[in-house]
């Protein structure tokens, strides 16, 4: 018989764990197994081979690092439940089957689509305290906060650029490798990010998801929106300078610079100031040979000018 003695067992649900516990316990005292009822969708137990092999293999570590019985064909690794190994393949046949009912979007683990079922949500209750924006998820919102923190851990030791993601550097690196490995399966064109594909890839069918709300014309890109929407007269941004309208609220903040003689992105080495990212490595590459020591280049807030 299997005693818990107020243990925790390796491997095994904690909801399991009591059911055991309760069988033992009606055993000691009854001499019978009891009826025990669970409510629906408390218990989630996978099919009794694999509960069995689960309990067997954690029995003592020693035997959990040595038999793992299931082996990938394609690259080795091995498994100890055989759902893992399936879940392992859908990183080689390129299998997503969760699909989002709301934009298509495909994953390989449900758990990716509950995450990101998230952002059609219109609930978003993490808020940021610098710019008011919202999130669905709060590591979403510490992420975003670097952009107000300026911390960029990750440095790529190619060029010395950093960011605040490290699946960012991870993307970033596969430009320095040469890396596509995404391919369009309609013209063969290769992409190092998927996103990119993506989009691309909406070219080719009929997929155009961004719609105008006053004409019903669609687009497959939404910066092609927000081009279009010129044709009903929609410039949010403007001047309040010289009266120039924008798009963009980031492209005014740049243009108020004109104005303004802001010169928020410095070189390292030399010490010459520049209104734009672009200009600053422009200057890098044609007066230090290309190497920048402060591949960051975060721009001076501008916060005492009022642009609206």
Do not use: W
């Amino acid at each position: 018989m299997l005693i818990l003695s107020g243990d925790i067992l390796p491997g095994i649900s904690v909801q399991v764990q009591k059911v055991i516990q309760g069988l033992e316990e009606a055993d000691d005292s009854q001499g019978d197994t009891p009826n025990l009822k669970l409510e629906p969708g408390t218990l989630e137990l996978s099919p009794k081979t694999e509960l069995q092999d689960n309990m067997n293999y954690n029995e003592n570590d020693a035997t959990v690092k040595k038999e793992r019985p299931y082996s990938c064909d394609e690259c080795g690794k091995s498994f100890l439940l055989k759902h893992h190994l399936t879940t392992h393949a859908r990183v080689h046949t390129g299998e997503r089957p969760h699909v989002c009912v709301h934009c298509s979007k495909s994953f390989a683990h449900k758990h990716c689509l509950n995450t990101h079922l998230l952002l059609h949500s219109t609930d978003r209750p993490f808020q940021c305290t610098e710019c008011k924006k919202s999130f669905t998820l709060k590591h979403h919102l510490l992420t975003h906060s670097r952009v107000h923190s300026r911390d960029r851990p990750f440095v790529c030791p190619e060029c010395g650029r950093t960011f605040p993601l490290k699946r960012h550097l991870v993307t970033h690196s596969k430009f320095h490798a040469g890396e596509r490995p995404y391919v369009c399966e309609e013209c063969g064109e290769s992409f190092a990010q998927e996103n990119h594909l993506i989009m691309h890839s909406r070219f080719h069918g009929s997929l155009n998801p961004f719609v105008c709300p006053d004409c019903g014309a669609t687009f497959p890109r939404k910066f092609q929106l927000v081009n279009h929407g010129r044709i009903h007269g929609k410039v949010p941004h403007s001047c309040t300078l010289c009266g120039k309208e924008f798009l963009q609220k980031r492209t005014l903040v740049s243009h108020m610079r004109i104005h303004t003689g802001d010169q928020p992105y410095p070189c390292i080495s030399c010490g010459e100031g520049f209104m734009s990212k672009a200009e600053l490595n422009q200057h890098v590459r044609n007066t230090h040979g290309g190497v920048n020591p402060n591949s960051s280049n975060t721009a001076v807030s501008i916060d005492s000018i009022s642009i609206f």
